[in-house]
């Protein structure tokens, strides 16, 4: 059998085991420690946010984050529909409920149309969610101009979910650095990964430090153990934030190589009809973590399903679109707005979607084996 290409593989740079040796030689293994307090400034530089603070998961950062606005049991939260479980579970670790917004054509992100008319209906029954999560599909940044400009004019705080994006401009500033938090993941299949572990940012240093105190078991000053909220364990440990640090400097080269196996598909792939790749928005920089593209079905007569069996077969990794969180059994009771009364854009991306082998590790022949399939199978 000829080896398995990947979605997208942990692609490790060579300088991570400088920072993991240094960590040992100190015998700084946990907790926290020097290589968590250099990964945290790093990345706020370049993320350019006032700081960040280091956690276990992208998921432990979006629970802060929501805790850290205020929500408590049974406030609303609105969420972008189409995107991984992990942007909507911790509305549902602090006891509120999800509403969930629908996608539009051009980012595949979150319809301002959607999230206008949601919030206007909310707020006429003063229900208003406490908090929006925002989400940057595959690394492509949302509309964040039109987003941030209706969530201002309601009040509502917005929190980018950015595990996706790390990397990724929006009008020429970084992906994560829009909202009152923004967070990335460092995942084992993301662009660069500490094999588990995620980032808050703000500018608000003032709430990262809460953060830090809520991810610690919210320990209060004092000679003994007490605490008056409930914390969480969600910090990342030294040994993990080293591996972190060597792989920020080679992000730009990861970027770029996830841009190239984008293009390359695009090249082999663009000109067949039906075959519409995920756009990219004028003024915007994504990272193309995973190359991600919708088969018309009036136009291919292959179904996104049927392709996946076929590069199965031949030991190749490929996904469909995520499946929208309102469709999902776990949130069937929660409320949902439609991108406009007649047309889901979220279903028909999810019907449509396809993710191909994407990893910044692939090489050109082993891409080339992915396109020869693709190109046999699609042009008919
Ligand atoms: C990966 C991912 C997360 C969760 O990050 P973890 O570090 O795996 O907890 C959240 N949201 C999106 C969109 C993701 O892709």
Redesign the pocket.
Known sequence: MTKRILLSSPHMSGNEQKYINEAFETNWIAPLGPNVNAFEKELAEYAGTAGAAATS??????HLALDLVGVKRGDRVFCASL??V??ANPILYLGAEPVFIDSEEETWNMSPVALKRALEELNSVEKLPKAVIV???YGHSAKMDELMAICDEYGVPVIE?A??SLGSLYKGKKSGSFGQFG?Y???G??IITTS???MLVSNDVDALAQSRFLATQARDTAPHYQHSVVGYNYRMSNILAGVGRGQLEVLDDRVKAKRDVFDRYVEALGDIEGVHFMPELEDTFSNRWLTTLTLDPDKVSITPYALIDVLEAENIEARPV?KPLHMQPLFEDCKFYAHAQETIVSERLFAEGLCLPSGSNMTVEEQERVIILLKKHLSN
């Open positions: 998961s992208g998921t432990a950062a979006i995107t991984f992990a942007s989400v940057n599909l979910d595990a996706e967070v993941s460092f995942n299949n993301k588990g572990g995620g995520w």
